[in-house]
């Protein structure tokens, strides 16, 4: 079989090692996956941050919010337990995708004050990790078969 081995660095000088299967999808379970623990953490983070909210904020932002981050964590498991390589990929960008808008959800929360700077970057910076693993994963999964 053929193996191979990614590393991504992260801030912090924390390394990031995949260890993929070439000659099967995606072998893999979601949650030894660094980039999926990180976002189910920042989901949990999330409900927690909208409890802090108006009440009023509750039902709009804050489900808005509560809503995308919990999604990303939701997009990678399915992607990962695809059949397909392009399938898999597809969900890894709705994930990416799910962590710009979280983003631009948190800045908007930053701007109405119902987070501090010190929070928001925290899940900014969880954000930016995210999106780094995920796009050395999938760029991995681009790269061609060895036979």
Same mark, same amino acid.
């Given at each position: 079989?053929?193996?191979?081995?990614?590393?991504?660095?992260?801030?912090?000088?924390?390394?990031?090692?995949?260890?993929?299967?070439?000659?099967?999808?995606?072998?893999?379970?979601?949650?030894?996956?660094?980039?999926?623990?990180k976002?189910?953490?920042?989901?949990?983070?999330?409900?927690?941050?909208?409890?802090?909210?108006?009440?009023?904020?509750?039902?709009?932002?804050?489900?808005?919010?509560?809503? =995308? &981050?919990?999604?990303?964590?939701? /997009?990678?498991?399915?992607?990962?337990?695809? !059949?397909? @390589?392009?399938?898999?990929?597809?969900?890894?960008?709705s994930?990416?995708?799910?962590?710009?808008?979280?983003?631009?959800?948190?800045?908007?929360?930053?701007?109405?004050?119902?987070?501090?700077?010190?929070?928001?970057?925290?899940?900014?910076?969880?954000? =930016? &990790?995210?999106q780094?693993?995920? /796009?050395?994963?999938?760029?991995?999964?681009? !790269?061609? @078969?060895?036979?």
């Amino acid at each position: 079989m053929n193996f191979l081995y990614v590393t991504v660095a992260q801030a912090g000088g924390i390394t990031l090692r995949l260890y993929l299967n070439l000659h099967l999808n995606l072998k893999m379970s979601y949650p030894e996956l660094r980039f999926w623990q990180k976002s189910r953490r920042m989901a949990s983070g999330i409900y927690q941050l909208v409890q802090t909210f108006p009440e009023k904020e509750k039902q709009g932002l804050g489900q808005q919010l509560q809503e =995308t &981050a919990v999604q990303i964590p939701t /997009d990678i498991a399915i992607g990962v337990n695809g !059949k397909y @390589r392009e399938f898999a990929i597809r969900q890894f960008q709705s994930a990416k995708a799910h962590l710009y808008k979280l983003e631009t959800l948190l800045l908007i929360a930053e701007d109405l004050e119902y987070i501090g700077e010190e929070k928001l970057d925290e899940f900014l910076e969880s954000i =930016t &990790a995210c999106q780094k693993m995920m /796009d050395a994963y999938v760029q991995s999964m681009k !790269k061609p @078969r060895q036979k």
